[in-house]
């Protein structure tokens, strides 16, 4: 395992779970400062790690913004919606992805590049120009690139996110120029490992040392939430949500279920057809779901995750986790900080904060086993 000290600069912070990523890949090192512009991540972010993110565009960071922190790590998460089908897939022609691009140009500039850069990003990634760019540059920087597409329930979590994965080490000056691997080899012959462990690894010793993790995924109820029934209410799905959604075949989950959807930013509005998974809380031996007639599910009493149970399922830190099971992906000596949402966060921006947030479990599995090897 690397014995450098690893300071930090994290970009598009939004609620820290790149931050809560590195804390739990027990790496030696900080985070020395966070950048982003929305206003409402910011109040959490400030809320729980007790300082607040930088909100200069990350688009017109100066090479003076970035060198002053000697920072010898990148955690880069951007936005997705440059290469999702909603954001209309624009690529790198979409000013959601300027503050990207503008960190590739200005990465060569530098008087000392960072040893480190870890991305994360939706499926569909990895066939973008952005992607193309980011390894043009890592490329002809020197860089040893590592790229992952993973969901975490190859980590034993029950929630289906498949996401794009990018670790990059700098090599050292003493690297023969004649190994050098050019852009375009790379690009032709690069493998984006779709395994966990990966191949690469040597999963015998990672298996010892994660002796505790679990072989199985576990079981949704393990993340739930014991509401009363006034609680039950305030997450029940609207009926005309429901009956709006005539022949959409949206995702019910019972809570004995090891497998549930993504969830998007749109979870807990009338979007229920591609959002996320709804919890099936009555009837629970029926599931032959007609979605022709909508009406018929109304007695099924659905009710949306709530805000606490998804961050779980993201392995956010939380103080009081629900059963040991869920707390065993975590460890157990872990003493904050916690994710806590400030008290003036309504339900529907919780919602929309956690759908644009990773896998801190799964991001700290790579960055202590892939990046920082």
């Avoid at 900080?30 to 809320?47: L, R």
């Avoid at 503008?102 to 990465?107: G, R, S, W």
């Avoid at 498949?162 to 690009?187: C, G, Q, T, V, W």
Wanted: net charge neutral; proline share 5%.
């Amino acid at each position: 395992m690397n014995c450098e000290y690893v300071k930090c600069l994290e970009f598009f912070s939004g609620i820290g779970g790149l931050h809560y990523a590195f804390i739990l890949s027990e790496i030696k090192g900080e985070v020395v400062a966070s950048f982003d512009i929305n206003t409402v991540a910011n109040s959490v972010y400030k809320h729980n790690f007790g300082k607040d993110p930088i909100t200069k565009g990350i688009d017109s960071l100066t090479i003076e913004d970035i060198e002053k922190y000697k920072a010898n790590c990148w955690l880069i998460s951007p936005p997705c919606q440059p290469y999702t089908r909603g954001g209309k897939s624009l690529d790198d022609k979409d000013q959601r992805a300027k503050g990207l691009l503008h960190l590739i140009d200005i990465l060569p500039t530098l008087s000392d590049l960072p040893n480190y850069i870890f991305l994360e990003n939706v499926l569909n990634f990895e066939k973008s120009k952005c992607r193309e760019k980011l390894v043009n540059q890592l490329c002809l920087t020197n860089y040893e690139i590592t790229e992952c597409l993973l969901t975490p329930l190859q980590f034993g979590i029950p929630n289906d996110r498949l996401r794009y994965y990018l670790m990059a080490r700098k090599r050292s000056n003493s690297f023969e120029l004649k190994d050098i691997i050019l852009p375009h080899e790379y690009l032709k012959n690069a493998t984006i490992h779709q395994t966990w462990p990966l191949s690469s690894m040597l999963k015998k010793d990672y298996q010892q040392e994660n002796h505790s993790e679990p072989s199985d995924t576990f079981l949704l109820s393990t993340y739930l939430e014991k509401l009363n029934g006034e609680e039950i209410k305030k997450y029940l799905v609207p009926e005309k949500y429901i009956l709006k959604s005539f022949n959409f075949r949206f995702d019910i989950v019972l809570p004995t279920d090891h497998k549930c959807s993504c969830f998007t930013k749109s979870y807990g509005s009338h979007h229920i057809y591609s959002s996320g998974s709804l919890i099936q809380t009555k009837n629970l031996e029926f599931t032959n779901y007609n979605f022709e007639d909508p009406s018929s599910l109304l007695n099924l009493e659905l009710r949306f995750f709530t805000p606490e149970e998804i961050a779980r399922l993201h392995a956010f830190p939380l103080k009081s986790q629900v059963q040991k099971s869920c707390d065993d992906l975590l460890k157990s000596n872990y003493n904050g900080p916690y994710l806590e949402f400030p008290e003036n966060i309504s339900i529907i921006q919780k919602y929309r904060m956690l759908g644009n947030s990773l896998n801190c479990f799964v991001v700290s599995k790579l960055l202590r086993y892939i990046l920082f090897l």
